[in-house]
């Protein structure tokens, strides 16, 4: 097989949320555990970190890998989905899972799969834990798909769990309310294995305090002993003061991830790596410095509050639900933009109407499909976009709409590309 044909082997014979989206998503660990038990547990020769959240698991993954790999640890990542290439999923030091490893593995595994017939995500946590296995690394953060009670990853043993925010996505899949949606992030609390939540929020505190109590799991909610103060943004980065217990514990910490919504993510990061220095891991102060402020390089983050080009200035970003959309538009308002041409698509499988609710009538669109089956078809987006006020035109590609922008926008105005993963994956400069 070539890589190519093992990518299509993939795509086209395991049903892939990223894809088709809801019918893809399987509501057991069966398969997993079907696959893991078949390699011989790999899951369980590493040391974990298991992240889950509605927003900010992500880019907290990424920033807690970057802080180990600087204090010398050997540290695996797992993320989803990828924007460019599927090797971006799996990660040891931040080197990308080279191509022949999927090869060989699909390879060789062809008639488990087809006897258990797992989802693309499943078999892709399966090849992750054997990779990372392979590889012997000291540790390995592990980003939760979606949800966490029935995510594919929730059969590792980690040295702790963190959960970022709770907020509004996938409600078809993991409930209408925020309890309920909180109750299956939740589900990565294991019997006495430390638990972090990085966000209190008042009306969810309950659901985290009942299900800690019940795994006899050590609780902590980061906000009560940490404090972020933000002392400079600037377009590609920012700076903090770091407050533990009142006490002024990390000065100018500077970060690469741009995005003022990162400074919500940072206590539960921090919380995490105190929680894990309690367990004898080496973190130096120094080593957390150094990975905060190299997290992007270190590990290859893309599509946060990115900028991809500065006259216009354009700048993308993967927020697509109700509170990321909410975050990205503070963040434009900061520029205080003399003109924003937003280049915006969404998926089938979410209500658009209440994120177009929220966009600014005076914003240029230029609406788009990203070419995924689960896109919504532009021609609905448009529709419902120019109900709702906003002016803008519809294109049949993420290309097309970018072009149209950068051939309209001045200088001294700003591009904006997102609204969903899949569009933000389109983007050629990424």
Known sequence: MTYQECLDYLYQQLPMFQRIGNVAFKKS??????LCEALGKPQLKFKTVHVAGTNGKGSSSHMLAAVLQSAGYKTGLYTSPHLKSFTERVRVNGAELPQGYLISFVEQHRGLFEQVKPSF????????FQYFADEQVDVAVIEVGLGGRLDSTNIIEPELSLITNIGFDHQALLGDTLAEIAGEKAGIIKSGIPAVI??????IIQVFEQKA???QAPLYFANDSLTVKVLEQQLEGQVYDVYLDGKLWIASLQSDLAGGYQQ???PGVLQSLLL???????????????GIAHTKTTTGLKGRWQVLAYSPLTICDTGHNLDGIKQILV????????????VFGAVNDKDVTIILQLLPKDYTYYFCQAQIPRALPVSELHEKAVSMGLQGEAYATVSEAIAAAKGNAKPDEVIFIGGSTFVVAEIDEL
Do not use: C, G, W
């Open 213 to 215: 109590a019940a795994e």
């Open 331 to 342: 963040q434009l308002k900061a520029l205080n933009p003399k003109q924003v041409h937003f």
């Open 29 to 34: 660990l069966d398969n997993i555990i079907a």
């Open 198 to 203: 990085t966000t209190k929020q008042d009306e």
């Open 264 to 266: 919500y993510n940072l």
């Open 121 to 128: 995500f499943e078999m892709t946590v399966a090849l992750a």
């Open 276 to 290: 894990l220095r309690e367990r004898d891991y080496a973190i130096s102060d120094e080593a957390i410095r150094q």
